[in-house]
């Protein structure tokens, strides 16, 4: 089945440390997304990808850098500089643009400061 | 500044009764996309809502869409325990981007 997949379900972060979450997609969609959720608010984007080699920042992405070589795959680094990493990303796509679809979102990964 | 603007933002209803959820935006968009939320799940889609005037419907919920007043909908019929989640709306800014705004997001409980 096709899908997106986040791992890990879980991260710790040390403080000073860079961490690495992974976003993979077989949905051959060509746009992807990394938000961020905090406890009992909404979504606020953080990057978003068009097509491969070519990213765009969102609202929040300070702290936050992405790399899109691959179609299937949009990893999200939260640098030392997000002093405040501790919440819940989700990672999505779509085939975006005119097609008129939906968003498909991966299970998340959730984020706490050691 | 780009909005999109949820009530109420928590709504605890007993079973059975109706109920409506609005979702306004600040930016012209004929599209509108409605999710929900479990707590501590992601987002699963329930309805796109392509033009002014479009009216979908899933069990007990429908969707609608007034893109001239800027809003849409979600009307829950008899509601139902299996109906308590996070409800969100998201319309795509500037219309037809690949960029999406999401609402604030409305907290529904259904009480037994």
């Known amino acids: 089945d096709g899908g997106i997949t986040q791992s890990p379900k879980y991260l710790f972060r040390k403080e000073g440390q860079n961490v690495t979450l992974s976003c993979e997609q077989n949905l051959n969609h060509d746009a992807m997304y990394w938000y961020r959720q905090d406890p009992g608010q909404g979504l606020r984007l953080i990057y978003y990808?068009?097509?491969?080699?070519?990213?765009q920042k969102g609202d929040i992405a300070e702290g936050y850098s992405v790399s899109r070589e691959k179609k299937e795959s949009f990893p999200l680094t939260v640098t030392s500089a997000q002093k405040n990493p501790t919440a819940f990303y989700l990672c999505?796509?779509?085939?975006?643009?005119?097609?008129?679809?939906?968003?498909?979102f991966g299970d998340g990964t959730r984020l706490s400061i050691l | 500044e780009l909005k999109v603007e949820q009530n109420p933002l928590f709504l605890s209803m007993q079973e059975g009764k109706n109920y409506t959820i609005y979702c306004n935006y600040s930016?012209?968009?004929?599209?509108l996309y409605w999710y929900r939320q479990d707590p501590g799940k992601s987002l699963e889609s329930l309805f796109v809502l392509l033009s002014n005037g479009a009216v979908k419907q899933e069990g007990r919920l429908m969707a609608s869409l007034d893109t001239k007043a800027r809003l849409s909908t979600l009307h829950i019929t008899a509601a139902v325990h299996d109906l308590s989640a996070t409800y969100f709306c998201?319309?795509?800014?500037?219309?037809?981007?690949?960029?999406?705004?999401f609402g604030t997001g409305t907290r529904l409980k259904v009480l037994a």
């Open positions: 999505a796509s779509t085939t975006g643009g005119l097609s008129n679809q939906p968003q498909h």
């Open positions: 930016t012209t968009s004929d599209r």
């Open positions: 998201a319309v795509d800014m500037p219309p037809g981007t690949y960029k999406y705004i």
């Open positions: 990808s068009q097509i491969v080699n070519d990213f």
